[in-house]
Nanobody, 124 residues
C-alpha cells in the first residue's frame, strides 16, 4: 500500500516562507507526476502545483511567482517551497501522484485515501 507523508507546515507571518515535503513509499516514484493540493476550511480541495517525471512544472495562478515545486527522485520526495505567504494560503496541504497532470486535475490519483496533510497557517 502506497503511503504519502506530508510535513513542514506551521504557523508563519504574512510574507514568510515555508518548505513542505512529501515522501512516498513508492519504489517507482520517478515515473509519476506529483502534485500538491490544498484545502481551506469550507472550500474544495484545490490543485496548487504539479511536477512531471521530466520536471515540467505548473502552478495555479494564485501562487505563481511565490511557490516552487521540485522533486528528488533519489529520496522519493517532492517539495513545495512557498514564499511571500498570504493569509489566503492558509489551508491543509496534501500531495498525491498520478501518471499525468490531467489525472491529478481530474482527481484520478494514486492514493485514494488522503492522509492528514500538513497545516499551513498564515497569520500575524
Amino acid at each position: 500500500q502506497v503511503q504519502l507523508v506530508e510535513s513542514g507546515g506551521g504557523l508563519v507571518q504574512p510574507g514568510g516562507s515555508l518548505r513542505l515535503s512529501c515522501t512516498a513509499s513508492l519504489s517507482i516514484f520517478s515515473i509519476y507526476t506529483m502534485g500538491w493540493y490544498r484545502q481551506a476550511p469550507g472550500k474544495q480541495r484545490e490543485l496548487v502545483a504539479t511536477i512531471t517525471r521530466d520536471g515540467v512544472t505548473n502552478y495555479v495562478d494564485s501562487v505563481k511567482g511565490r511557490v516552487t515545486i521540485s522533486r528528488d527522485n533519489a529520496k522519493n520526495t517532492v517539495y513545495l517551497q512557498m514564499s511571500s505567504l498570504k493569509p489566503e494560503d492558509t489551508a491543509v496541504y496534501y500531495c498525491n501522484a498520478a501518471l499525468s497532470r490531467a489525472s491529478l486535475i481530474a482527481g484520478d490519483v494514486l492514493v485514494g485515501s488522503w492522509g492528514q496533510g500538513t497545516q499551513v497557517t498564515v497569520s500575524s
